[in-house]
């Protein structure tokens, strides 16, 4: 039976087409995505013209999931940001000091960071611990664009590191508050943003030999100074998200330092710690 011809489509009358309905188009699929699609997916009632596509399942741009048509870079984004989690989540100053004796959550301020290994455990695994949380957020970026993905999508798995960090399944969704791997994240980004926060940071700590608002202080310049260079809408709010997070991280510490009792760097603790 000859069908009926309506441009490049042939249908067959008298024959039922098949429910099969592609899941992003609505049943009109065009060659470059209809034709990625295995055979089992495609709708058998409606021939194709005769075109030279790249193979099944390597359109450019698409990758076929179960007959589900997924743009490329989300298939690498998301298991992306899992791995960007993950690395993130790992507890550094947790286990150096597990391997050192010490339960970390029960020493000093219970907070799994650089600061609170410099003052429970002395200077060189404090170093260590920065440096490697450091690294978490540079490497989350680095995995974004060793995979292809773009600045965006860079940007995001940075911040899933610093979500691991501070919420380790490692440590009962405890852990750190951050300063370090947002540091890290931010360098990786954008390396003149990194400089300042660096610079006004480490000032601030060293003037007031307080760590908490050099690090209130060097999150809050990063937003500021992204704005001002006029870097790009998402950097500028994965910058100031970094930063509203830190600081909401160090809301007790913020309540200390109104109070005049927060701790300086090198200074001695004058009540006994958690046990």
Known sequence: MVGAVRGHKIRTPGVRRSPFRCSLTHGKCPPDFSSSLPPRCRNPTEARPSLTLPEPGRAAGVRTINCVTVPAH???????????????SVPAAAWVAR?????????GSGNSGATNVLR?????????????????????????????LGPVWA????????????????????GGKGVATSFGTIAALDPVVGAVVFAVGASCMWLTRYVSAGSILGALTGAAVSVALGRPWWLVVVVAGLSTLLTWQHRDNITRLHAGTERRLGEPKSSKPKV
């Not at 391997?99 to 020493?107: H, L, N, P, S, W």
């Not at 429970?120 to 680095?142: N, Q, R």
């Open 155 to 174: 940007a995001v798995c940075g911040v899933a590191a610093v979500l691991g960090h501070n919420f380790s399944p490692f440590l009962n969704w405890r």
């Open 99 to 107: 391997a050192r004796g010490v339960d970390i959550r029960k020493v």
């Open 120 to 148: 429970s455990l002395g200077k060189g695994p404090a170093l260590g611990v920065a440096l490697f949380d450091i690294l978490k957020g540079a490497l989350a970026v680095g995995l974004a664009h060793l995979l292809g």
């Open 74 to 88: 989300l298939a690498l984004a998301l298991p992306a940001l899992v791995a960007s989690y993950l690395i993130g």
